[in-house]
Each structure stands twice: as structure tokens, then as C-alpha cells.
């Protein structure tokens, strides 16, 4: 199986070509490339100088840019997404609907190690591979992140913390709005997320539940934020599912 997702992201970024070796010759390592001498930042680009580069036609080479440490922090997120309205919901195939109830009756904690990007250089777009000594741990897409900045990099599902979510109905007033001459009802409702962590260390979650409503109180420390739905790019294309666009 790592084989396999190593193969697959691998896909996506420059491979290494070695000449072949001509008889009676011995293959020795692979030429990793020129050094880079200089890296400067031109407007918005940030470029990397190589000299002296030379390739013959049909050959390709993996270039070194740079190596530095940088501090990282183990990351729990969740977010517990919302049900479609049911005027949406019912323009969805019964088999859709099946695959959102459970997705939202099974919330999954991520793991994701949060980079500080304290180097001389940004991060750029591309496939990562995570690796805990010689063991690889995961891949990913890190993100563009300039120098100063922080990135998250998923690691894998914590199947050790466990999301419990309910939900149920405190109060229904009739005829509690009137807008355009029709009459609306308001509902309220009250919900509760419990989770169990069965890691041996105790971990730093980030809990984010969105809501179509009005929050009128989160415990626990929670934050109420009221958001614009109508330009809100990250409720539009973020990682919300398909039908809220």
C-alpha cells in the first residue's frame, strides 16, 4: 500500500533520469545537479539561480534547491459539516442522500503537523512526502507559504479520537416571522459533540462547526463567528461538499 501512494504522487513531480550505463561501464549514483547559488525575490516570483546547467536532448535532472529546520506542531482539526436545507435536499438521488447522512452522522478527526516557515525561503506548491525516519508517514499538497507564515500538511485520519455528535429540538414557535407575506416558524435546536481521545498523550484540537442559523450560545470556550454566505469564498469553494455552491 505505501508503495502504491508513493508511486501515485510521484506521478505529479519531476523524476530523475540516469543515462544508461554502456557495456563493460559501471552505473555509479545518480549527479543530483548544480548547486544553487543564489535565490532572490523579483515583485511577487522568488526565483532560485542554477549556472551552468547543461542537458542533452530527452534528459531530465532533480535539482537540490535548499535544507533548513523549521519547527512544526501536531494539529487535530474537525469539522463538522451541516445537512443540505430540504429545499435542496430534495433535488438530490437517494443515494446521495444516504452518503451525506453518513458523512455527517461520522465526523473524522485529521491529523495535520502545522509548519512555522522561519526560513529564508517560502514553501512552495507542491506534493510532500512525510517522513518519520525511514518510515514514511504520509503524502500530501503543501500549500504556498511565505516566510513568516504557517501551513497545515494532512497526516492521516485519527481513528484513536472518537466524535459523538447529537442534536435535538428544545423549542418550536409558529408564526414567528412574517417576511413577504409568508409566515416562518422558528425552530430551536441544541447540539452537543463528545469526543473520546484513546491516544496516550492528550492531543490540541480545533473543533469547527458551521451552521445555517443564528448561534445564540457555544460552551467550552467556543466562538460564535456570523459570516457573509453570499461572498464567503471559503463556503463556496472550500471543503464544503458539492451542493452548497
Known amino acids: 500500500m505505501q508503495f502504491a501512494l508513493t508511486n501515485a504522487m510521484m ?13 563493460g561501464e559501471s552505473a555509479g549514483p545518480p549527479a543530483m545537479g548544480p548547486e ?19 542537458l542533452k536532448k530527452g534528459e531530465r535532472m532533480v535539482i537540490p534547491v535548499a535544507e533548513f529546520t523549521v519547527k512544526y506542531q501536531d494539529v487535530f482539526t474537525l469539522d463538522v459539516l451541516f445537512i443540505p436545507p430540504p429545499d435542496v435536499m430534495q433535488n438530490i438521488a437517494g443515494r446521495q442522500q444516504s452518503e451525506l447522512a453518513r458523512l455527517m452522522a461520522a465526523p473524522k478527526v485529521i491529523h495535520k503537523t502545522r509548519l512555522h516557515n522561519k526560513s529564508s525561503y517560502p514553501f512552495t506548491t507542491a506534493p510532500a512526502l512525510v517522513l518519520l525516519g525511514d518510515r514514511l508517514l ?3 499538497m503543501m500549500t504556498y507559504t511565505a516566510i513568516g507564515a504557517d501551513c497545515d500538511l494532512e497526516i492521516t485520519t485519527a481513528v484513536d479520537i472518537k466524535v459523538v455528535k447529537s442534536e435535538k ?60 454566505v453570499f461572498e464567503n469564498a471559503d463556503l463556496r469553494h472550500g471543503q464544503y461538499p458539492y451542493w452548497w455552491g
Not at 506521478?11 to 554502456?22: E, F, G, L, R
Not at 544553487?36 to 547543461?54: C, R, W, Y
Not at 416558524?185 to 469547527?208: F, I, K, M
Open 138 to 140: 504520509a503524502q500530501g
Open 36 to 54: 544553487i547559488t543564489a535565490a532572490d525575490k523579483s515583485e511577487d516570483l522568488f526565483a532560485f539561480t542554477a549556472n551552468h546547467v547543461t
Open 169 to 228: 429540538e428544545t423549542a418550536r414557535i409558529p408564526n414567528a416571522m412574517r417576511w413577504q407575506n409568508y409566515d416562518y416558524a422558528r425552530v430551536d435546536l441544541a447540539g452537543n459533540l463528545s469526543l473520546s481521545n484513546y491516544r496516550n498523550q492528550p492531543v490540541a484540537l480545533e473543533v469547527t462547526r458551521p451552521v445555517l442559523g443564528n448561534v445564540t450560545a457555544a460552551d467550552h470556550q467556543g466562538v460564535i463567528e456570523k459570516t457573509n
Open 11 to 23: 506521478s505529479q513531480v519531476a523524476n530523475v533520469a540516469v543515462p544508461a550505463a554502456s557495456s
